[in-house]
């Protein structure tokens, strides 16, 4: 069964506080990953898509990086606006529910 | 550029109505899509529209429809409406396929069922 799993749940750094969230995924013929970042009260906001096994993508203080069975997104220095919560999903082809979602991580910073 | 608008974004109803939900995409977005967000199961993919047609579904039943206008603006309806329908509703738009995973999301209509 295709599944995207994030850990941790949630998660508390103080400011400064570099560190990663997971994104382990079982999809057959993985065409794609894809991160999101949403506020509360607000739909998700895009951040990267990875397409293949070694890619990096960066964005201000966010790094996402993509291995055969799971992503990482590395956050370096966080800031208290980057409490939010990030999310993970992955398409899939000719398949009911096109897009899987993970349940996302919580991340709040602390200043 | 104006963004994703949802409406309403607020909506209480009582189990056995339905109710419909609008959301018109970013101009000349082609695509939208609909998603349910619940604190169980997270965001769950229910369809897809591209030019007036239903490209994508996800496993919902069918008391969940949808529909996409000429002008890309598209509406989604659920009938016969349970305690469990009770969820945050996003819809997305995006100018290309669902596989470049960007997608621009509105505020959602958070849908209170009674």
């Known amino acids: 069964e295709d599944q995207v799993t994030q850990s941790p749940e949630a998660l508390r750094l103080q400011e400064g506080e570099s560190s990663s969230l997971n994104c382990s995924y079982t999809?057959?013929?993985?065409?794609?990953l894809f991160w999101y970042r949403q506020d509360p009260g607000k739909g998700p906001e895009f951040l990267f898509t990875?397409?293949?096994a070694g890619e990096e993508k960066e964005k201000e203080r966010l790094k996402a990086t993509l291995t055969k069975k799971e992503s990482f997104l590395h956050i370096t220095a966080p800031k208290p606006e980057d409490s939010a919560t990030y999310l993970c999903?992955?398409?899939?082809?000719?398949?009911?529910?096109?897009?899987?979602f993970g349940k996302g991580t919580r991340l709040h910073i602390l200043p | 550029k104006a963004g994703v608008t949802q409406t309403p974004r607020y909506l209480i109803k009582t189990r056995g109505q339905q109710v419909t939900l609008s959301c018109s995409p970013i101009?000349?977005?082609?695509?939208v899509s609909w998603y349910q967000q619940t604190p169980g199961q997270g965001l769950q993919f229910l369809f897809e529209?591209?030019?007036?047609?239903?490209?994508n579904k996800g496993n919902f039943p069918g008391r969940f429809s949808g529909r996409q206008f000429s002008n890309s603006r598209s509406e989604m309806n659920v009938s016969t409406l349970e305690l469990g329908d009770s969820a945050l509703y996003l819809c997305?738009?995006?100018?290309?396929?669902?596989?470049?995973?960007?997608?621009?999301f509105g505020e959602g209509s958070r849908l209170t069922v009674l």
């Open positions: 990875l397409y293949s």
């Open positions: 529209y591209f030019s007036e047609t239903q490209r």
């Open positions: 101009s000349g977005h082609r695509s």
């Open positions: 997305a738009s995006s100018s290309g396929t669902l596989n470049t995973g960007e997608l621009f």
């Open positions: 999809v057959s013929g993985l065409r794609g």
């Open positions: 999903a992955a398409p899939r082809e000719n398949r009911d529910d096109k897009i899987i």
